[in-house]
């Protein structure tokens, strides 16, 4: 989420407010709304550090079962009508996508009607 300087500068806030309600929560021994001031603290930069930390990406993969073996005839270009390999197909956002390799058009694959 934060990247870089700006994250190491926030954890090292967060550092500082932690240390500052640990001596509050010390010192509540004669008020306790200094306790509560240290809860304050120490929440804060827990919250801090939970917001400012990096978050890792999820990677979904998916596969395709078919009940028999699929017989593709040709995929063809439609742009230039070059005859492609079935065997680079790639899926993107759930869509199968091939890249021509002669004029580098990107194009979705789609299955033409049978009837």
Not at 24 to 49: H, N, Q, W
Not at 74 to 101: F, H, M, R, S, W
Request: net charge neutral; aromatic share 12%; hydrophobic share 45%.
């Amino acid at each position: 989420m934060v990247k870089g300087v700006i994250k190491w500068f926030l954890y090292l806030i967060s550092a500082g407010l932690i240390v500052l309600g640990i001596l509050f929560i010390m010192a509540s021994y004669t008020d306790t709304l200094r306790f509560l001031e240290g809860l304050v603290f120490i929440g804060v930069a827990l919250l801090t550090i939970y917001f400012s930390r990096e978050k890792k990406p999820i990677e979904i993969k998916q596969t395709v079962e078919l009940s028999g073996s699929p017989i593709v005839k040709e995929i063809k270009c439609p742009n230039c009508g070059a005859i492609l390999d079935p065997k680079t197909i790639q899926v993107i956002d759930g869509k199968p996508y091939e890249k021509c390799i002669y004029c580098g058009n990107m194009f979705e694959v789609t299955e033409e009607p049978k009837w």
